[in-house]
């Protein structure tokens, strides 16, 4: 009877090279999706890429380096989008007048090219670019200076609150 040999590896080969991670993690440092990369001729598919992620450490390192880059680039590109003024406002002729106004369209789609990338970033990197959220103080501005306390002699000291005398007796 035949037994298979332990040192044979089953499933199918791996396409993990050296040159398709270096390609792999240039897309993700360029800021593509990782769906959109796997789209692209001669890549592999997402869960392939998670695989080598997972059982490769030096994939691994790789990989999360690119993303880290790429996050980089992308908080970058917030200002390039917030700056960029271009068609912002639109010329409208009307007979003899001419009027500049607001192109709500580019405007908006701006706006919310923004917000999805500082979401993203905030999920993605949420120790740097999350919401800080306290959660000590019960809502108080705290120093954020040392506090100092400093004991007066007894002398200097306010007087103390005497005891109020109770109207009337306890009872027993």
Same mark, same amino acid.
């Given at each position: 009877?035949? @037994?298979? !040999? +332990?040192? $044979?590896?089953?499933? /199918?080969?791996? =396409?993990?090279? %050296?040159?398709?991670?270096? =390609?792999?993690?240039?897309? %993700?440092?360029?800021?593509?999706?990782?769906?959109?990369?796997?789209?692209?001729?001669?890549?592999?598919?997402?869960?392939?890429?998670?695989?080598?992620?997972?059982?490769?450490?030096?994939? /691994?390192?790789?990989? @999360?380096?690119?993303?880290?880059?790429?996050?980089?680039? &992308?908080?970058?590109?917030? %200002?390039?989008?917030?700056?960029?003024? $271009?068609?912002?406002?639109? =010329?409208?002729?009307?007979?003899?007048? @001419?009027?500049?106004?607001? !192109?709500?369209?580019? =405007?908006?789609?701006? /706006?919310?090219?923004?917000?999805?990338?500082?979401?993203?970033? +905030?999920?993605? %990197?949420?120790?740097?670019?999350?919401?800080?959220?306290?959660?000590? +103080?019960?809502?108080?501005?705290?120093?954020?200076?040392?506090?100092?306390?400093?004991? &007066?002699?007894?002398?200097?000291?306010?007087?103390?609150?005497?005891?109020?005398?109770?109207?009337?007796?306890? @009872?027993?």
């Amino acid at each position: 009877m035949d @037994t298979p !040999n +332990s040192s $044979t590896p089953t499933g /199918r080969p791996s =396409t993990y090279s %050296l040159a398709l991670a270096e =390609t792999l993690c240039a897309y %993700l440092v360029d800021g593509k999706t990782l769906r959109w990369i796997c789209e692209q001729p001669g890549m592999p598919a997402k869960g392939t890429i998670l695989r080598w992620a997972r059982d490769n450490a030096s994939f /691994r390192d790789q990989y @999360t380096l690119a993303r880290e880059i790429g996050d980089e680039l &992308l908080a970058e590109e917030l %200002l390039e989008i917030a700056d960029d003024g $271009t068609n912002d406002y639109m =010329t409208i002729t009307k007979g003899d007048a @001419t009027y500049n106004v607001e !192109n709500r369209e580019v =405007t908006n789609r701006s /706006r919310m090219r923004i917000d999805a990338r500082k979401w993203l970033l +905030s999920k993605r %990197l949420p120790k740097k670019y999350g919401d800080k959220v306290d959660v000590t +103080s019960g809502g108080e501005k705290i120093s954020s200076g040392p506090r100092v306390f400093q004991i &007066l002699p007894a002398s200097q000291r306010p007087p103390a609150d005497e005891p109020e005398e109770a109207d009337e007796e306890p @009872t027993v």
